[in-house]
């Protein structure tokens, strides 16, 4: 996630270009640390999900009870470990899942102290009026990227994904899986009443895990629509080229 820092211009030959300095290095650690750690368990977790790709709600749920969904299995190519093996993508899955929740704690806190959170993600109240997000959608649906200075900060559309992202999924995610665990349920019981049962903390996990691989494929394209090499740039480096300004 971006952390916005005030405009500067650097001297580019012949003329003088308007450059942010975007990320900092803590923010770009974070991003590709939990970019590799989540495409991990989303593939360890999708071979899970292959062993009984039925999910219910309530506390039980086997062969001969009704699903709400049920799916075929995910092919070996987007899995880890590519051939089945329960045993070793769950030995993925939980060590990156201990990755995950200490870096998005330790991301949190230090974007609460820092105030990233507040000055980035979180949106204005004058950016959720209806006239205001309504504009949003018409220009991410007519590929209307922000230009000029605009384009140092997030747009509303942005704020809103980041923040459910950050705030809600991620959140909901680890403590659905950690509902799934006999050991955690008998340390803190309290997170099987949180899901009204095991199998619902399945199905919230995998609900929110589906979300999660939504909003990267959408961030991937968008990057891709908005200018990769700026992008990715600015990701690495911290240092960002806003977009001239648009004439029309």
């Known amino acids: 996630m971006n952390e916005l820092h005030p405009i500067t211009p650097v001297n580019n030959g012949a003329t003088a270009e308007a450059v942010v300095r975007r990320h900092r290095l803590s923010t770009r650690l974070w991003h590709w640390l939990s970019a590799v750690t989540v495409i991990v368990m989303l593939m360890s977790g999708m071979m899970i999900f292959n062993a009984h790709p039925r999910l219910y709600w309530g506390q039980f749920g086997a062969n001969l009870d009704p699903a709400w969904l049920e799916l075929p299995q995910f092919p070996g190519w987007a899995t880890i470990p590519s051939t089945y093996d329960l045993a070793g993508a769950r030995r993925w899955h939980l060590a990156f899942a201990w990755v995950l929740g200490a870096t998005l704690v330790g991301y949190l806190l230090w974007s609460l102290l820092n105030g990233h959170l507040r000055r980035d993600i979180v949106p204005h109240r004058r950016e959720l009026r209806p006239r205001h997000l309504w504009q949003d959608v018409k ?110």
Not at 169 to 192: F, K, Q, R, V
Request: with cysteine; aromatic share 8%.
């Open 139 to 248: 220009d991410h649906a007519r590929l209307r990227f922000p230009t000029g200075a605009a384009a140092a900060h997030y747009n509303t559309l942005q704020k809103l994904s980041y923040a459910v992202v950050l705030l809600l999924l991620l959140p909901l995610l680890i403590l659905s899986g950690l509902a799934m665990s006999p050991a955690m349920d008998a340390a803190w019981p309290w997170l099987l009443d949180l899901f009204m049962g095991r199998q619902s903390a399945r199905s919230v996990h995998f609900i929110c895990a589906a979300l999660i691989a939504a909003f990267i494929l959408v961030h991937v394209l968008a990057v891709l629509l908005s200018g990769p090499i700026n992008e990715v740039r600015s990701m690495i480096t911290g240092r960002y080229r806003l977009p001239p300004e648009r004439t029309r």
